[in-house]
C-alpha cells in the first residue's frame, strides 16, 4: 500500500507541528475524568465509541473488578469440569422492532449465540429477560417470541429460562429484551483479544454494513425504499467448520455489531497492541449498501452487522480459512481484507480506492442509535 | 454504485496527479484554500494529499456550518431549550458541540430538555403538526445551501397555519466570508496566511453559481476553481488552479459544471429573498463579525422568528483560550499546532467547534490523517 508518511510543513506556520497523539495510549492519559457529582448519562454514553468505553471503565470495571472483565471480550472463559466453558449477556433496545430480515427477537437470540462463538464455543443455553412496556400489542409480543422460539429450534439452542417485567406506559419503548448465554469450548482452543500479532491477515466473512442500512431504512422520518435486510443470523454453524477445519490458527475472532468493522478493528489492535493495514477495495460491500450510506453521509465501515466476524488468521493458514469459510452459507463472500502489522501506537490504516492512505477511526457520537 | 463511482476513479485521479506533478513549478510553492468542509472532508478521506507533490499544499477553510457557529449562540439554543415549553429541533451534529462551561445540547438533553434530532426542516414542521401545544422550534444552520429548504419550511408553516413553528435562524454566507478571508490582516499585510487560490463550494455554488465569486476573483486577484464533493473533481481542481497560477490568471473558472451554472438556482434564491434579508453584521466563529454575512427572517414573520418570539438573548461568549479553532478556521494555523488537538479535544470529547462535525478541519484530520504527523515509516 502506498506509504501515508509525514508532509513537510507549510512554510507559513508560526510553531512546529507537534508530535502527534498516538491512538489510544494518549487518549486515556488526557482524557476528562467523569463527571461523577454533575455529570449525567448521555446517548454517547452508549454509542459503543469511547465515551462508552470509558463509562464501562470509570464505572463498572471500577465497581466490579476482576480478571475476567478486565480481558475485555464480549463473554468469558472459566473452568468447570469437563473443560472451559463461556458465558454472555447482552441487551436489545433496537427501534424499531420490526426491520427487513428480522425483529428484536430474532437479534436477540442470534447475537447472544454469536458472542459465545466468538469464542469458539459451542452455544447451549440460552436465558431471555422481557421489560415490557404497559399497551404493547399482545399480537407484536407473540410474533417476537414466536421468531424467537424459531430461531432457537434453528440453531439447536434451547431458551431454558426467562423473567416478564411491565412497567407504565412511557416508561419502556415496546420492549426490550436481555439475554444470557454459556456455552463450551472446544478442548485446546483459546482465543484471546490480545492475541493478534503481526504479519497475521484478517478476514471477514462477508458484506458489511447489512444490519445497520436495513434497520435505518424504516426509522421513523428516514424510510426509503431498499432491498437490503439484515443479515441477523448465527454464525456457531461457520465457526465450527473454522474450528475444526484450522482452530489451531485462528488468533481470535471478534462480530462487528456496534461501531461497525472499524471499530472492531480498533478493539483488536488496542488489546493487542498492534496495527492493521487493510485494503478498501477488498472489503465485500453490497452496491445498495454503499449506495444508502452515501446519501444518509455514513462510512460502511461504521455501520453494524449482525452476522458477520471478523478472523485474525495466521498467515500460512489463510487460503485454507478462506476456503473453508467460503463452502458455508453464511461466508460465501468471505474476503481478506488487510493484514497485522507492528505498531505501537495501534492505528488502523487503509489504502483508499482512491489511491492514498487514510486512517479508520472509531465512530465519535450517536449516529446510529439503538441499532441493536 | 453509478455516478458516483465513476469520480473516486483512482487510475484517473493517478492520471491527473501526475499531471499536477509535472505542471507544479518547484521553484516555487501552491497554497490553496478548499473553503468549503465538504472538500475538506473528501481530501481527508480518500487520503488525496498522498497524491500532491510536496510543494501543493492545501488550506482548510471555514466552510463548516457547525464550525463557525459562535459559541453565543450555542448558548442561546441551550438556554431556550431548556424552557419546559420548547421543543428544540436540530440536526445531529449540533448536538455535540460544546458550548460555554462543557455544555452542550447533548448534556441539555440528558438534564431534561425536549430536544429532538431531526434529519430535514420537514420532520420538524411534522412534529410542530403533531404536537400543536408544543413550541417547536427548528435550530437552522448552514450556508446558502440550506436556507431554500429553511425558506421552504417557513412558507409550509404559513400556509398550514402553524403557528407554534419557529424558526432559530443562523445561516450565513459563503462570498462575504471569503471576501473576509482575503481581507483579514492575516492574508493582506502579516503573510502569515499565503493563498495562491480558492477551490470553490459546490453544493453552495448550485445555488448561488459562479457569478458572486466574480468580483473577488479580480478584486484580490484570486483564482477561484467551482468544484464538486467528489475527489475527482477536488483533484482535477487543484489541476486547474496550479495552471491558472503558473499563466498568472486569477479567474473564476467551473470544474462543476454536471451541476452549477453561473448564475445558479433562481428559484431557490427568489425563496431565500421572500422570506429572510441581510443582518448588517453578524459574528462568525474564527471570523469574528462579518458585514452582511448572515442571514434573519424578514420583519412580517416575527411570529415565525424564534429570536423575536421568545425575546432571545445571544451573549457574547469566548473561546477556550487554548483552542484555535479560530485561527485554523482562517488558515492560519493546522490542527496539530494546537495544543488541544488530540489530547483533551477528540471528536469524543470536543473543545472546539472544528472537532466536531466531519467536515470541520480538526475532526477531518483526527479521523483520516493524524497520523500524518508520526515520524514512523510505513512499509
Known amino acids: 500500500m502506498p506509504p501515508i508518511g509525514p508532509t513537510a510543513a507549510c512554510a507559513s506556520m508560526p510553531k512546529p507541528l507537534n508530535e502527534g497523539p498516538s491512538n489510544d495510549v494518549m487518549i486515556k492519559a488526557n482524557r476528562r475524568k467523569l463527571d461523577l457529582k454533575n455529570g449525567r448519562v448521555d446517548l454517547s454514553h452508549g454509542a459503543g465509541g469511547r465515551a462508552m468505553g470509558q463509562l464501562i471503565e470509570d464505572i463498572f470495571h471500577k465497581a466490579f473488578d476482576n480478571e475476567w472483565l478486565r480481558a475485555g471480550n464480549d463473554q468469558s472463559a472459566f473452568m468447570v469440569p469437563g473443560g472451559r466453558m463461556v458465558m454472555t449477556t447482552d441487551g436489545y433496545v433496537v427501534s424499531p422492532l420490526f426491520f427487513p430480515g428480522g425483529n428484536i427477537g430474532s437479534l436477540a437470540v442470534y447475537g447472544t449465540i454469536n458472542d459465545i462463538a466468538m469464542a469458539g464455543a459451542v452455544p447451549l443455553y440460552l436465558s431471555a429477560s422481557f421489560i415490557i412496556e404497559e399497551g404493547f400489542p399482545l399480537t407484536d409480543l407473540d410474533r417476537i417470541a414466536e421468531t424467537m422460539g424459531d430461531a432457537s429450534r434453528e440453531t439447536g439452542v434451547p431458551i431454558i429460562t426467562g423473567d416478564t417485567k411491565v412497567v407504565e406506559r412511557g416508561k419502556a419503548d415496546g420492549v426490550f429484551i436481555s439475554t444470557a448465554g454459556v456455552g463450551m469450548v472446544p478442548a485446546g482452543l483459546d482465543l484471546r483479544s490480545d492475541a493478534a500479532r503481526p504479519g497475521d491477515v484478517v478476514i471477514v466473512s462477508g458484506s458489511i454494513g447489512d444490519h445497520g442500512v436495513a434497520v435505518m431504512s424504516k426509522r421513523e422520518n428516514l424510510e426509503f425504499d431498499t432491498g437490503i435486510v439484515s443479515d441477523s443470523a448465527a454464525l456457531h454453524g461457520l465457526v465450527a467448520g473454522m474450528v475444526e477445519a484450522a482452530g489451531a490458527a485462528i488468533r481470535l475472532m471478534r462480530d462487528p455489531t456496534r461501531g461497525g468493522l ?15 493495514r487493510i485494503d478498501e477495495e477488498a472489503i465485500p460491500i453490497k452496491p445498495e449498501v454503499a449506495a444508502a450510506c452515501e446519501f444518509l453521509g455514513l462510512d460502511p465501515l461504521n455501520v453494524a452487522n449482525e452476522g458477520k466476524l471478523v478472523a485474525v488468521v495466521a498467515p500460512e493458514a489463510a487460503d485454507a480459512m478462506l476456503a473453508v469459510m467460503r463452502a458455508h452459507p453464511l461466508g460465501r463472500e468471505a474476503a481478506l481484507v488487510g493484514h497485522v502489522v507492528a505498531d505501537d501506537d495501534c492505528f488502523v490504516q487503509m489504502a483508499t480506492s482512491f489511491g492514498g492512505g487514510r486512517i479508520v477511526d472509531w465512530l465519535s457520537g450517536e449516529q446510529l442509535p439503538r441499532i441493536c | 454504485m453509478k455516478y458516483i463511482d465513476e469520480h473516486r476513479d483512482g487510475r484517473l485521479a493517478k492520471e ?26 473528501a481530501i481527508s478521506r480518500y487520503g488525496l494529499e498522498d497524491l500532491l507533490p510536496q510543494n501543493v499544499q492545501m488550506i482548510h477553510g471555514p466552510g463548516c456550518p457547525v464550525c463557525v457557529l459562535p459559541i453565543g449562540r450555542i448558548d442561546a439554543a441551550i438556554a431556550l431549550a431548556m424552557r419546559p415549553e420548547i421543543t428544540l429541533c436540530t440536526y445531529g451534529d449540533l448536538m455535540r458541540v460544546p458550548g460555554s462551561n462543557e455544555s452542550s445540547l447533548l448534556k441539555a438533553r440528558a438534564a431534561g430538555a425536549d430536544i429532538r434530532m431531526v434529519y430535514s426542516t420537514l420532520d420538524a414542521l411534522r412534529i410542530a403538526e403533531a404536537e400543536p401545544d408544543r413550541e417547536v422550534v427548528f435550530f437552522a444552520i448552514g450556508f446558502e445551501t440550506t436556507a431554500p429548504p429553511t425558506a421552504l419550511a417557513l412558507r409550509v408553516a404559513i400556509a398550514k397555519e402553524l403557528r407554534n413553528f419557529s424558526i432559530f435562524c443562523n445561516h450565513v454566507l459563503t462570498p462575504a466570508a471569503i471576501q473576509n478571508i482575503l481581507e483579514s490582516p492575516d492574508v493582506r499585510k502579516l503573510g502569515t496566511v499565503k493563498i495562491d487560490g480558492f477551490i470553490g463550494p459546490a453544493h453552495v455554488s448550485i445555488v448561488i453559481g459562479t457569478e458572486p465569486y466574480e468580483f473577488f476573483a479580480e478584486e484580490f486577484q484570486q483564482p477561484v476553481v467551482v468544484a464538486g464533493f467528489e475527489p475527482l473533481d477536488v483533484i482535477q481542481a487543484i489541476l486547474m488552479l496550479v495552471r491558472q497560477v503558473n499563466d498568472g490568471r486569477h479567474e473564476v473558472e467551473n470544474q462543476y459544471i454536471r451541476a452549477v451554472t453561473r448564475f445558479g438556482n433562481e428559484k431557490a434564491q427568489a425563496q431565500v429573498a421572500n422570506f429572510f434579508e441581510l443582518r448588517e453584521s453578524f459574528e462568525w466563529r474564527g471570523l469574528g463579525e462579518v458585514p452582511y454575512g448572515a442571514l434573519r427572517l424578514r420583519p412580517q414573520y416575527a411570529e415565525h422568528d424564534s429570536e423575536k418570539r421568545f425575546s432571545m438573548v445571544t451573549t457574547a461568549a469566548k473561546d477556550n483560550p487554548a483552542c484555535e479553532c479560530g485561527a485554523i478556521l482562517r488558515g492560519v494555523k493546522k490542527p496539530a499546532n494546537c495544543s488541544l488537538f488530540g489530547t483533551v479535544c477528540t471528536p469524543d470529547t470536543p473543545m472546539g467547534s472544528c472537532m466536531v462535525s466531519p467536515e470541520g478541519a480538526c ?17
Open chain 2, 363 to 379: 475532526a477531518a484530520h483526527w479521523t483520516y490523517g493524524r497520523l500524518r504527523e508520526h515520524a514512523k515509516a510505513f512499509e
Open chain 2, 16 to 41: 491527473i496527479a501526475r499531471q499536477i506533478a509535472a505542471l507544479a513549478d518547484p521553484a516555487r510553492s501552491y497554497h490553496f484554500m478548499e473553503f468549503c468542509g465538504g472538500h475538506t472532508h
Open chain 1, 262 to 276: 472499524a471499530a472492531t478493528l480498533n478493539e483488536i489492535a488496542n488489546a493487542s497492541k498492534v496495527g492493521f
